[in-house]
């Protein structure tokens, strides 16, 4: 699975919206859609922020831990 693949999968399974997560990167909705759905390329320190929000570790969100 890809990176925003995994970003959207554990998104859903918290329940979050893709809003609720783009107000807490401080981004708009249309650009975080973007990352989410591959568009553009996430930058290491958003990934970090996207991990904390999501309350995963930088790794699972990458896809190599088994956190959903």
């Not at 959207?8 to 981004?27: D, M, P, W």
């Not at 930058?43 to 991990?51: D, L, M, T, V």
């Amino acid at each position: 699975m890809s990176l925003a693949q995994n970003i959207k999968r554990i998104r859903l399974h918290r329940n979050y919206t893709q809003k609720y997560i783009a107000l807490a990167l401080g981004t708009s909705l249309a650009n975080y859609s973007k990352m989410e759905n591959g568009m553009i390329n996430i930058s290491k320190e958003r990934q970090e922020k996207i991990a904390g929000i999501l309350d995963v570790t930088l790794e699972e969100l990458m896809g190599s831990g088994g956190e959903a």
